[in-house]
């Protein structure tokens, strides 16, 4: 029952309310009224759908899928017991590079990324089963120079403890509208130059674009939140970028 929508508890269980225990009822409305209600610990989550057709990936399950949806359309962001709602899943994930695949070159992201509107990215941290990630409702480019800001008002960046800890989520909107990502020949997929930051560095070797990724961390500064407990370097175990597309239903 509280994995069911709202049109759905109003058509289909509210009718027969009368059939419900009065406890399960009030738990279940109040559940609706009050987005950060805690669910009681029985309550079964949404069961495991068939990923074919929505994502091909590596990193994350459909519950996390679900989640960033809601958030790209911004339903329910507020609540802290979101995931215990029946999966969204309006869009379908199209992969565009995977790391172990394509390699952790900033010459291999853009020549798979540039120029692609609505993409994901998803960053498997090494060593651990953390998850961060990012969406960019704009495009990635590659510019010559140091680089430049892109600008967005709707662009996010989350963390998750793993694949199957999704039920604390970390989601961080921007902030600084101008400083939304950093697009650059030796970057990979950076939101801010800070807050996500994945680069090869070398201010001596001018073949930075065909080397693997050397310097990522994470320092909170254009985005709401942090979305890391540490600002220390780290190694990636796998990334993936994704173009985010309607779905054929």
């Known amino acids: 029952f509280f994995s069911l929508s709202s049109d759905e508890l109003v058509q289909k269980i509210r009718p027969y309310k009368k059939l419900l225990n009065d406890q399960l009822y009030e738990e279940l409305i109040y559940s609706y009224l009050d987005s950060n209600s805690k669910p009681n610990d029985n309550i079964l989550l949404p069961r495991y759908r068939n990923i074919d057709g929505i994502i091909d990936s590596k990193i994350v399950n459909l519950n996390i899928v679900s989640l960033v949806s809601r958030w790209i359309d911004k339903i329910d962001i507020k609540s802290k017991f979101t995931y215990t709602r029946e999966f969204y899943l309006p869009y379908k994930f199209k992969l565009l590079l995977r790391g172990s695949r394509n390699g952790f070159t900033p010459e291999s992201f853009h020549e798979l990324c540039d120029n692609k509107p609505c993409t994901l ?71 801010d130059d800070l807050d996500i930051y994945v680069e090869y560095e070398d201010d001596e070797d001018e073949d930075d674009k065909h080397k693997n990724y050397n310097f990522i961390r994470c320092v909170q500064r254009s985005y709401e939140k942090k979305i890391r407990d540490t600002e220390d370097e780290f190694l990636i175990d796998d990334y993936e970028v994704f173009q985010i597309l309607e779905r054929d239903y």
């Open 121 to 191: 990215t998803l960053i498997k941290v090494k060593g651990t089963e953390e998850i961060i990630g990012g969406y960019n409702p704009t495009i990635w480019k590659s510019p010559g120079g140091y680089g430049e800001y892109g600008k967005t008002k709707d662009s996010f960046i989350f963390s998750f403890k793993s694949k199957d800890n999704f039920k604390d989520p970390i989601l961080s909107y921007v902030k600084n509208y101008d400083q939304a990502f950093f697009y650059g020949s030796s970057y990979g997929p950076t939101f």
